[in-house]
C-alpha cells in the first residue's frame, strides 16, 4: 500500500472536507427506504458438530478468500490529514492470570477439517453460551467450526460448508465465508451466520448469485432451523448486479436480528455502497416457515457509499438498533488518510418487520478522535510485513446507553519518529448521539492490529487485537483500558508467519459470557509447531477475562 507523509496542503484538505460537512451536523438526520424481504427456511432437526472422518491427507491445496475494496467509476484525489500523536502504553510479556487461555482453530486444524484445503485469512468468529445444560465456546473462522468446553477442551470440529448445507468442497463446490456468532441470553439462542456463493465454483456456473446463511439454535432444547436470504440483488438500479453481500457483520436487539454488509458487483467489481437485512427475530427464534426481513440497499452518507455498516451486539434491552461506520474511503474507492467523523445510524419500529411492516432507518455524522488508515505492520523477519486493510470498525456493543467500538489506525508515538498502528476507541452516548469518552491504545515499536473493543455493566472494557514488530512474531494480546492501559500478551508466537498470500485477519472478535461479568476474546496469532500447516501457519487463541 502506497504511504503518503503529512503536509500543510493535506491537513488544509483533512479540515476543509470536515468544514464542508458541518452543515450535515446541524440538520435533520439523512432517512433511508427498504423494502420486504423474506428469508427461506432451508432444514432443521437437532443441532452438533460432525468431526467428518475425512480420507487419509494426499497433500494440501490453497485457496485465498477474495477481498474486496470499493471502486467506482470516476477519479478524485484522497482525501488526506493529519496522523495522531499519542502517548505509549507499556507491554506485559508474561501473560496475567486470565480465566481461560486455550489454542483455538488453526490452519492445520481446518485444513484437516476440510480435505487438505487450506485457506488465508481465518476471520475470527466467536460466541459463547449455555448449550443443552453447559457452557459451550464456539469458534467459527474460514472455514471451520469448533466447540470447546470452558477449559478448552475441543468436543467436534467441521467444515463450514457441509455445516451450512452448502456444495462442497469449499471454494469449489460454494464459497463460504466472513463467519460470526452471537449469543443471545434473553432468547438462549445461538446464531450462525456466513455469506455463500458460486463466484468460486467449478465448473462456472451459468448465472452468479450470493446469500446469506443464518443458523438459528435453541440452548435449551439443542434444535436448530437454518434460513436463507437471497442478496444477489438483480434489481438494484444501479444496473451493476448480480451482487456479493460482503463481510456481513451481525447485530441483534429486542426484536430483530441485523445484518449490515458491503455490496459488490460480481461481474465488475464496483461497489453499491452498504446493504443491510433487518430480520424478525420472534419468527428466527419460532424455527417460522418462512421470516419476514426489510430490505435496505445503496447506503450512502455524506456522499459517500458506507463501507463496513456494523450493527451493535446490544446487551442491554432496547427496541432501537444502532449501527456505526467509519470512512475508509471516498466517493470512489481512494483511501482516506485520515478523518474525524463516524456515521451513527438507528433503526426505530423494528418490531413491525414481523408483521410485514418497514422499521425507519436513519443516519448522522459525528465528531470523533482522529483516525488514520494504518500502515502495514513490520513483523519478523525484519523487512516482513503483515497487511492491516484498513480503518473499517471492528465491534460494535451496546450497554447501559451507550455505545463502544474501535477502529485500527495509523499514530505517532510522542518523542519517536514514524508510524506504527494502535486503536482508536469510542464512548457514544446512545441518547445525545455525542462522544462521551474516547482514547487511542498503542505502544513504542509495536503494531497492534485488527482490535475489537467490548465492555461489561461491571466496568471491565478490554480491546483485544495481534501484536507484532520485527523482533515479535504475532501474537495474540489485549488491554483492560486504565489508567495505564498495559498490554498483556496472552500467546506469544513461535515463529514468522509462514504463509502463501500474506493476508493476515480480516478481522478479531471479543464475546461477553453469559453471566454478563467477563469477556472472551479471540486472536489471530503463530502457534506451536504441532499446530502449524507446512505452507500457512496462522493459529488461534482464545482466553477470557
Same mark, same amino acid.
Request: hydrophobic share 40%; with cysteine.
Given at each position: 500500500m502506497k504511504r503518503f507523509h503529512a503536509s500543510s496542503s493535506r491537513l488544509m484538505f483533512f479540515l476543509g472536507a470536515a468544514a464542508l460537512l458541518a452543515p450535515?451536523? @446541524?440538520? &435533520?438526520?439523512?432517512?433511508?427506504?427498504? %423494502?420486504? *424481504?423474506?428469508g427461506t427456511l432451508v432444514g432443521s432437526g437437532n443441532f452438533a458438530l460432525n468431526s467428518l472422518s475425512r480420507a487419509a491427507l494426499?497433500?494440501?491445496?490453497?485457496?485465498?478468500?477474495?477481498?474486496?475494496?470499493?471502486?467506482?467509476?470516476?477519479?478524485? @484525489?484522497? &482525501?488526506?490529514?493529519?496522523?495522531?500523536? %499519542?502517548? *505509549?502504553?507499556?507491554?506485559?510479556k508474561s501473560p496475567s492470570a486470565v480465566l481461560a487461555n486455550f489454542n483455538g482453530i488453526s490452519d492445520l486444524a481446518s485444513a484437516i477439517a476440510n480435505g487438505g484445503i487450506l485457506v488465508e485469512p481465518p476471520d475470527q468468529g466467536l460466541c459463547v453460551g449455555n448449550f443443552l445444560g453447559h457452557r459451550r465456546v464456539f469458534e467459527i473462522v474460514n472455514i471451520a467450526i469448533a466447540e470447546y468446553t470452558p477449559a478448552g477442551t475441543q468436543l467436534a470440529i467441521q467444515d463450514i460448508n457441509s455445516l451450512f448445507n452448502e456444495p462442497e468442497p469449499a471454494f469449489n463446490g460454494e464459497l463460504v465465508s466472513d463467519p460470526r456468532c452471537i449469543f443471545d441470553k434473553s432468547t438462549d439462542t445461538f446464531f450462525f451466520t456466513v455469506v455463500?456463493?458460486?463466484?468460486?465454483?467449478?465448473?462456472?456456473?451459468?448465472?452468479?448469485?450470493?446469500?446469506?446463511?443464518?443458523?438459528v439454535v435453541n440452548g435449551t432444547t439443542g434444535m436448530f432451523a437454518e434460513y436463507k436470504f437471497d442478496t444477489t440483488d438483480l434489481s438494484n438500479p444501479l444496473g451493476d448486479c448480480p451482487c456479493l453481500d460482503d463481510q456481513p457483520k451481525v447485530g441483534i436487539d429486542n426484536n430483530a436480528i441485523y445484518i449490515g454488509a458491503d455490496e459488490f458487483s460480481l461481474t465488475s467489481n464496483l461497489y453499491n455502497g452498504a446493504e443491510l437485512l433487518v430480520i424478525s427475530k420472534p419468527q428466527l427464534v419460532?424455527?417460522?416457515?418462512?421470516?419476514?426481513?426489510?430490505?435496505?440497499?445503496?447506503?450512502?452518507l455524506a456522499g459517500i457509499p458506507v463501507?463496513?455498516?456494523?450493527?451493535?451486539?446490544?446487551?442491554?434491552?432496547?427496541?432501537?438498533?444502532?449501527?456505526?461506520n467509519s470512512f475508509p474511503f471516498d466517493a470512489v474507492g481512494n483511501p482516506v488518510f485520515s478523518t474525524n467523523l463516524i456515521g451513527l445510524w438507528r433503526v426505530t419500529d423494528d418490531s413491525d418487520v414481523t408483521s410485514g411492516g418497514m422499521p425507519n432507518l436513519s443516519a448522522k455524522l459525528v465528531k470523533t478522535e482522529t483516525y488514520a488508515i494504518p500502515v502495514n505492520a513490520a513483523t519478523t523477519p525484519a523487512g516482513n510485513f503483515l497487511n492491516t486493510n484498513d480503518d473499517r470498525m471492528g465491534q460494535l456493543e451496546f450497554i447501559?446507553?451507550?455505545?463502544?467500538?474501535?477502529?485500527?489506525?495509523?499514530?505517532n508515538i510522542n518523542g519517536t519518529i514514524g508510524e506504527v498502528v494502535g486503536a482508536a476507541w469510542f464512548k457514544i452516548n446512545a441518547a445525545t448521539r455525542a462522544v462521551d469518552k474516547q482514547g487511542y491504545v498503542a505502544t513504542k515499536g509495536q503494531y497492534l492490529i485488527y482490535?475489537?473493543?467490548?465492555?461489561?455493566?461491571?466496568?471491565?472494557?478490554?480491546?483485544?487485537?495481534?501484536?507484532?514488530?520485527?523482533?515479535?512474531?504475532?501474537?495474540?494480546?489485549?488491554?483492560?483500558?486504565?489508567?495505564?492501559?498495559?498490554?498483556?500478551?496472552?500467546a506469544t508466537g513461535v515463529s514468522p508467519y509462514s504463509t502463501f498470500s500474506f493476508r493476515w485477519g480480516d478481522y478479531s472478535w471479543a464475546a461477553l459470557d453469559p453471566d454478563g461479568v467477563h469477556i472472551w476474546m479471540g486472536n489471530e496469532y503463530v502457534p506451536a509447531v504441532s499446530d502449524q500447516a507446512p505452507i500457512a501457519n496462522w493459529g488461534t487463541e482464545i482466553f477470557e477475562q
Open positions: 450535515l451536523f @446541524a440538520h &435533520a438526520d439523512t432517512t433511508f427506504k427498504g %423494502v420486504p *424481504s423474506k494426499l497433500g494440501f491445496t490453497t485457496k485465498e478468500i477474495p477481498h474486496f475494496t470499493p471502486r467506482r467509476k470516476g477519479n478524485t @484525489a484522497a &482525501a488526506q490529514g493529519a496522523v495522531p500523536q %499519542v502517548d *505509549s502504553s507499556s507491554v506485559q455463500a456463493s458460486n463466484l468460486t465454483a467449478v465448473p462456472p456456473p451459468a448465472n452468479l448469485e450470493s446469500h446469506v446463511d443464518i443458523i419460532s424455527a417460522a416457515s418462512s421470516v419476514n426481513a426489510a430490505y435496505f440497499i445503496n447506503l450512502t463501507l463496513d455498516l456494523m450493527p451493535a451486539i446490544s446487551v442491554s434491552s432496547t427496541n432501537t438498533e444502532y449501527l456505526e447501559d446507553g451507550n455505545l463502544w467500538s474501535c477502529v485500527e489506525t495509523s499514530v482490535p475489537t473493543i467490548l465492555h461489561t455493566s461491571s466496568g471491565l472494557t478490554t480491546i483485544n487485537f495481534t501484536i507484532t514488530n520485527p523482533a515479535l512474531n504475532p501474537s495474540a494480546a489485549f488491554v483492560r483500558l486504565s489508567s495505564s492501559n498495559s498490554i498483556e500478551i496472552e
